[in-house]
């Protein structure tokens, strides 16, 4: 596992040297995709030097640029790479910053290894099965050994006490979601941060947030690096329903709606 993980690492920053550079440029060039959702010259780069590198490790390749392969095709994976190259697409035509390389390894239908950068941050998270950690000021030019170095365990903020701190989406905050906020507040004092991407499960995984509850619409692609970072920092990703974990390859790739909760919080 530390061989792929050191490779996906790898993979991730030189993907974000692609976004950069286009992000850097100030040509913010972007389509509608079917959905609507916005698509950048930078996604596509991404998602090319991603899915070559990953291939050639072995394992198959589902990407949201790539999400026409069939379930017949991919129904009998039992490990593969799900990747979403550039996570936040809005947040990065707005240039705040707050979008993420997100790749992950799924086996079993569970996320078992998840990187997530944001190079416009220099924040990287990764995780194994076991740990998960958290590197500030990650420089497209630092090699592995270097950010092995300065990485640190996950969760590295303490729970505050006398109020719940919930993180929600910048650009697709819901109506369901001011209700969940509005439970909590029975509950006791509650601060409300707003990020983007999957900024939002590291930040759940940091132990900068209680809690995330989505109630909104979501990829398997959008969630699966950031869900296997939570977990391996002790906390829970939820399918809000049942309260069981997401899991993944599904025939439809389209998430429940989901909840997110740091180590030792309880709803």
């Known amino acids: 596992m530390k061989e792929e993980l050191r490779f996906v690492i790898e993979v991730a920053l030189k993907a974000g040297r692609e976004i950069i550079e286009v992000y850097a440029s100030g040509n913010l ?20 030097l991603i899915v070559k590198e990953l ?24 490990r593969f790479w799900l990747i979403d190259p550039l996570d936040g697409t809005k947040e990065f035509l707005k240039r705040n910053g707050e979008f993420t390389v997100n790749i992950a390894l799924v086996e079993d239908r569970k996320p078992v290894m998840g990187v997530v950068y944001a190079p416009a941050l220099g924040l990287l998270y990764f995780s194994t099965p076991n740990e ?11 090699s592995v050994e270097e950010i092995f170095g300065k990485a640190r365990v996950l969760p590295c903020v303490s729970p505050e006490e006398r109020k719940i701190r919930v993180v929600a989406s910048r650009s697709h905050l819901s109506k369901e979601t001011e209700e969940f906020v509005e439970k909590l507040r029975k509950k006791g004092r509650v601060d409300f941060l707003s990020v983007g991407s999957s900024l939002k499960l590291c930040y759940v995984a940091e132990g900068k947030a209680d809690v995330y509850p989505r109630y909104a619409p979501t990829m398997e692609w959008d969630t699966a690096a950031g869900q296997a970072i939570v977990e391996a920092s002790g906390g829970k990703v939820l399918e809000a329903e049942t309260m069981e974990p997401l899991v993944y390859n599904k025939e439809n790739l389209l998430n429940p709606y989901f909840i997110a909760l740091r180590r030792g919080y309880e709803l």
Do not use: C, H
């Open 29 to 48: 060039v972007f389509w509608n995709k079917d959905d609507k959702s916005p698509l950048t010259e930078a996604d596509m780069r991404a998602n090319s």
């Open 55 to 78: 291939s050639d490790f072995g394992y198959p390749v589902l990407s949201e640029e790539g999400k026409k392969i069939s379930f017949q095709e991919r129904k009998n994976w039992r």
């Open 132 to 142: 998960a950690y958290k590197v500030d000021g990650v420089l497209s030019e630092l």
